[in-house]
């Protein structure tokens, strides 16, 4: 598994191409992994993050807001989704790239917090953008994979070449 300098797992890998694992134990093991998430996030300067992205096959995400706090998501789902746009995009694990993805301009989720307790959110804007991207993470979905084959595919070398320099 190949990580940015920041600890950043990145695409290709199969840990963001697979589903992660539900979460069934809400404790300081998940305490733990959430303040891993939030150093590395910090340290990379991310809106958001996922576990996976981490190394950790684990439902569970960091969602910024417009403001800069972060909350976190774990075991979310999209219950509702309205008004497709197109999104500029990027992300932590695709190193120096943006494109393009559509995507949805409302969203209400349903996810726990690290105590376990239920959630229901309507967002609309930047905050449905992260979540959305976010909760892809949690499914193996890596924004390259919603772009057309000409392109993912043109990601994919460059990525393939970054992780190589990244090795060295
Ligand atoms: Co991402």
Not at 65 to 75: A, H, K, L, Q, S
Request: charged content about 30%; overall charge negative; glycine content about 8%.
């Amino acid at each position: 598994m190949v990580k940015t300098i920041q600890g950043v797992v990145v695409w290709p890998d199969e840990v963001l191409t697979a589903p992660s694992e539900k979460v069934t134990e809400f404790g300081a093991g998940l305490e733990e992994l959430l303040a891993e998430m939030y150093r590395i996030m910090r340290a990379a300067e991310g809106i958001g993050i996922a576990a996976p992205q981490i190394g950790v096959a684990k439902r569970v995400s960091l969602v910024g807001r417009g403001d800069g706090t972060f909350f976190e998501i774990v075991n979310p789902e999209i219950l509702e989704k309205s008004e497709p746009v197109l999104l500029h995009e990027g992300c932590l694990s695709v190193p120096g790239e943006f494109e393009d993805v559509e995507r949805f301009h409302r969203v209400k989720v349903r996810y726990q917090d690290h105590t376990g307790q239920a959630h229901e959110l309507e967002a609309e804007g930047s905050l449905a953008h992260v979540l959305q991207h976010e909760i892809d993470h949690l499914y193996g979905f890596v924004f390259p994979l919603r772009l057309s084959q000409l392109k993912k595919g043109l990601l994919r070398k460059r990525m393939i070449k970054a992780k190589r320099r990244l090795e060295e």
